[in-house]
């Protein structure tokens, strides 16, 4: 049985995201990438302007890289929380 992570885990863990159009998406050669690599591939469906992305959630910056200059893509950067005070 596998679980979900929480979307704060999944941001925390996999904090470096790329935004593909769901449609344009080649599922066989993302697999083949993942595996190449030896790495899991954490995704989330995302509805933007009625069209559906995937987005790609990676723990090293690196591998997000070389994801985005193969299939190419967004980033996705998440604003920094800042501490109380």
């Known amino acids: 049985m596998t679980r979900e992570l929480s979307r704060a885990l999944l941001n925390r863990k ?3 995201k790329i935004r593909l159009l769901a449609e344009r998406v ?3 050669d993302v697999i083949a ?3 190449k690599l030896g790495i899991t591939t954490k995704t989330r469906s995302v ?3 009625h069209a559906r992305y ?3 959630c990676f723990e090293k910056y690196d591998h ?3 994801f985005q200059a193969l299939f ?3 980033w996705i950067i998440r604003a920094q929380k ?3 005070g």
């Open 14 to 16: 996999y904090p470096h």
């Open 26 to 28: 080649r599922l066989d």
């Open 33 to 35: 990438f993942h595996i």
């Open 47 to 49: 509805l933007k302007h």
């Open 54 to 56: 995937t987005l790609y």
């Open 64 to 66: 997000a890289q070389m």
């Open 72 to 74: 190419g893509g967004e």
């Open 82 to 84: 800042t501490g109380r």
